[in-house]
């Protein structure tokens, strides 16, 4: 559980004020007098560098040697609202959300890390009834799943400040290729705004391995993002994470930018929003989401470790995360509804060597299937040439078939395909003058981290065309 111990002494002005902090804010701790406890002391001095330095406090298993107030109040999330706890973890997009929106209002808040203490993990588990979700945060105590930085917003009472500059370009989407427009245009010394709704990085973010990106023989996702993250923040991008676009206006020759609390003003528009993983829309699938059901191996695969999981799918995705579970799940199952791959032979001839992947082709999956406890069991399966079913069991399941362009937000301003995808031609023009499109939701695009850097590229080409005019 979260423990929090105070080494101290009686006569110590400074361990007074400390504890008289911590008692004011309801913070349970436990006091160590190091006047009565030998072993405390040699601790004290361990922690400390051979110097008796109190107050210590130890807060799972991080030090602070005679920390301030406020100093307490950052590692603990004391603030004038209340005492704010955000169970996560680092490589959880929502959670990177939630943080930074948090750090950017000059919220306090305490990090608890669900993949360093058991006790975290249990504790998410028991708030969302056995579902392991996250972010959740607890605020004075009660806990809130997931929240939108709306949410936290009116929770927290913060005060969102209005934007009233006029940017050159406004950069909707924080992927490679909005990261990629972003480094070009500032280059360029046109002044950037990147809006991304979740994390920097995108799909990208959550790919465990890359080994197609020119310069590097493999590199994680997160890895190429932070870099291509601090190289867009180095040359003057301005980068803003958690806020959801809600609606473009364009008037007089200028295009504003709405979330729910903020207007954004720009000359031009770059629409690289990504896509959203595809689901099967098959019975069980929507009551199991989160609690059995995922649709990313680097979010969630960490839950399943020596534990049996299925995955869905057989194109590139499907088979790059399945072989990125076999290294700490007990089995993977792969299951495919057409008799080959659609994968990357790159990809195919890795699975017979991997003893802990079993694969079943021609297989349709008709239904998800839960236990007593209404958790998962296994999906169900319909051979494809027989007609018979059977039920695939396993622990979770992880499906990979496809991505839908998060394009909704432009139908009214720029011509989308059938499918949802931005039209555009020359240098990544969409229908609108001043309006451009880079990655994944642009039709045609090719859904690789290269690929998406050189649309970047282009968009940046298109946007500095425009701006000069």
């Not at 400074?14 to 030998?38: G, H, T, W």
């Not at 100093?71 to 997009?93: R, Y």
């Not at 994680?220 to 993002?225: E, H, K, V």
Request: overall charge negative; charged content about 25%; hydrophobic content about 35%.
């Amino acid at each position: 559980m979260n423990t929090l111990k105070l080494y101290g002494a009686d006569w110590c002005p400074d361990c007074r004020r400390a504890k008289s902090y911590l008692k004011e804010n309801n913070i349970p701790f436990q006091f160590i007098d190091v006047d009565l406890d030998k072993d405390a002391t040699k601790l004290v001095e361990k922690i400390n560098n051979g110097k008796r330095i109190i107050p210590t406090v130890e807060l799972n298993g991080n030090t602070y040697t005679n920390p301030s107030n406020i100093s307490l109040a950052e590692a603990l999330g004391i603030n004038n609202k209340g005492v704010v706890q955000l169970f996560g973890a680092d490589w959880c997009p929502d959670c990177r959300r939630a943080k930074s929106y948090l750090s950017d209002n000059n919220i306090h808040f305490q990090y608890i890390d669900v993949d360093k203490y058991d006790w975290a993990t249990s504790k998410v588990e028991e708030i969302n009834n056995g579902k392991r979700i996250i972010p959740t945060v607890l605020i004075n105590g009660k806990p809130h799943t997931n929240p939108s930085n709306n949410s936290l917003k009116e929770l927290l009472d913060i005060d969102v400040k209005k934007e009233h500059k006029v940017y050159d370009s406004i950069i909707i989407g924080g992927g490679a290729a909005g990261l990629t427009a972003a480094i070009y245009a500032q280059r360029d010394r046109f002044d950037t705004l990147i809006l991304e709704k979740k994390t920097i990085g995108g799909n990208a973010f959550l790919t465990q391995k890359i080994e197609n990106y020119p310069g590097f023989t493999n590199i994680s996702g997160p890895a190429l993002m932070d870099k291509m993250e601090e190289q867009a923040r180095t040359y003057g991008a301005t980068i803003k994470t958690g806020v959801d676009v809600i609606e473009i206006e364009e008037k007089d020759k200028k295009f504003y930018v709405k979330s729910e609390h903020e207007v954004f003003i720009a000359r031009s528009i770059v629409a690289s929003t990504g896509s959203t993983y595809r689901n099967l829309g098959i019975p069980g699938e929507e009551k199991l989401i989160g609690s059995g059901v995922h649709f990313c191996a680097t979010c969630d695969g960490a839950f399943y470790r020596d534990r049996e999981v299925v995955v869905i799918g057989g194109g590139n995705s499907a088979l790059e995360e399945g072989i990125f579970l076999s290294g700490f799940v007990k089995k993977v199952k792969i299951v495919h509804r057409s008799s080959e791959f659609a994968a990357s032979s790159t990809y195919v001839e890795k699975l017979p060597s991997i003893d802990n992947i079993e694969v079943y082709m021609n297989k349709t999956a008709v239904e998800f299937i839960a236990d007593e406890n209404e958790s998962f069991k296994g999906i169900k399966v319909t051979d494809n040439e027989t007609g018979k079913e059977e039920i695939i069991t396993g622990d979770g399941s992880f499906i990979f078939i496809g991505l839908i362009p998060n394009t909704k937000l432009f139908e009214n301003n720029i011509k989308l395909n059938k499918k949802g995808f931005i039209l555009t031609t020359g240098l990544a023009e969409a229908s609108t003058k001043g309006i451009f499109a880079a990655g994944d939701c642009r039709e045609g695009a090719i859904a690789q981290v290269a690929a998406a850097t050189g649309e970047g590229v282009l968009a940046s080409y298109g946007l500095k065309e425009y701006l000069k005019k």
